[in-house]
């Protein structure tokens, strides 16, 4: 039994009617996770709750019921007949309101036909009025159009990033050799693709081609609070390796960042190299855990919101936590099948390439892996104020043993595949065929060397890459 008020309850006295800050908690409680309202209790000096009873139940519900479908005390009723009802706690009334947390559609949830000073949350706390910041947040994800295929008209198409771009149509390419998409002219394959619009016979980016293609200058022209920020820690220290899109090192973009932090997890986790796109094949279920979880966070994130995207690899577990509050109920995600991405292009573009297998699978599919024992914990917690999805999951690394290294041999096999086909290959074609970024090349053409495998002849332009006969018959 409930012995306390807290985030999920409430209790009012209201012995004789509505009481008139019901409809604050009332607005809270639709605007956040939902919960249950109590008239006829109260909690004494300790915070234990009280049976005071209401002297006239059903008046008092009518009451309620007339109040709820009046603009004048709230702009929309989300109630159904059984979510108000009368029941007896030691022989006293009480009436027992089960407010639902609303749906998208019809938030923000406001009263006295104020939405300013009328919109509330609820944190453990109790009721607090919200800033204008969470009532446009909550406005935004209440339209029917996603948030990110609206043209950006400020920005032209040299805001995105080219390499980025055929990096993207070769990850294509390998998935399915005959898609459309990379057949086409750049500027068809945006439009198609939804990554541009045209206003006025000129092209501009839509927010999700900035977002996967884009360059980070321009993408925070857009979106100011744009930032994804992965980390790596060990005990006792900050971090020992670290990727955030405003070191000017790299484009910044989605795409480019979730190519290099898949494959460094990929080898810190020793999955066996069988990717395809980083689609499922020849991964091991955490891995395919990890990967939702983060693409997840991606696709569902508000990145109008002032905080970015934070990703932190630690030995036992990782955590990632995005912007925004969760569009389907965690209770439905569990269940799988449902979906409501906040950024529908971005989601059709990550599923192109093999990134998102099914929609409505992200936290099902984490789910199951904890019930088979393939990751060791799973938590996901939506917090309101500011509003972000922090999730975290309970993994092992094996960064310094064997199966590291044969994931990392592995990539290096790969390599050197690469050059027996085509000695004149380049670092950047390397590095799209391997989805990873040209440090990451350099780093396994060093140890390739280093291990006496591989020795280069010629320039950079016009060389080419020997494979070194030392223990097998493998001189090119």
Sequence with gaps: TQKKEGLYFEAKSASKSVPADFWETYSSFANTFGGTVVFGMTEDDNRELIVTGVEDPEQTVKTLWDNLNSPRFVNVNILKNDDIRIEEINGKNVIVITVPPADRQFRPIYIRNNINSGTFKRNHEGDYHCRMSEIKEMIRDSETNSQDTEPVESLNLDCLNKDTISRYLNSLKARKMNHPWTEESLENFLSLSGSARQINGVSHPTLSGLLMFGNVACIRSALPGYFLDYRETVAGERYTYRLH????????????????????????????????????????????????????????????????????????????????????????????????????????????????????????????????????????????????????????????????????????????????????????????????????????????????????????????????????????
């Design 245 to 476: 899109s405003n070191s000017g090192e790299w484009s910044g973009n989605i795409f480019d960042f979730v190519s290099e932090v898949m494959n460094r997890i990929n080898i810190r986790l020793g999955v066996p190299f069988e990717l395809d796109g980083f689609s499922n094949k020849g991964e091991s279920e955490t891995f395919i855990a990890v990967r939702e979880a983060i693409l997840n966070a991606l696709i569902h994130a508000d990145y109008h919101m002032s905080r970015g995207i934070v990703i932190e690899l630690r030995p036992e577990c990782i955590r990632i936590s995005n912007p925004g509050t969760m569009i389907v109920r965690i209770d439905d995600a569990l269940k799988g099948g449902y979906s409501d991405p906040r950024n529908v292009t971005l989601m059709s573009l990550a599923m192109s390439v093999g990134w998102v297998e099914r929609i409505g699978s992200g936290i099902y599919t984490i789910e199951k892996a904890l019930q088979d024992d393939r990751i060791s914990s799973f938590t996901i917690d939506e917090q309101t104020d500011p509003s972000s999805v922090n999730v975290e999951i309970g993994i092992s690394l094996k960064g310094t043993g064997k199966h590291s290294n044969k994931a990392r041999d592995a990539n290096k096999l790969r390599i050197l595949q690469m050059i027996a086909e085509n000695p004149s290959i380049s670092r950047e074609t390397m590095g799209m065929e391997l989805s990873v970024s040209l440090k990451t090349v350099g780093t396994l053409l060093k140890e390739l060397k280093e291990d006496g495998v591989l020795i280069r002849e010629g320039k950079t332009k016009g060389g080419r890459w020997i494979i070194v006969d030392k223990d097998s018959n493998r001189n090119q």
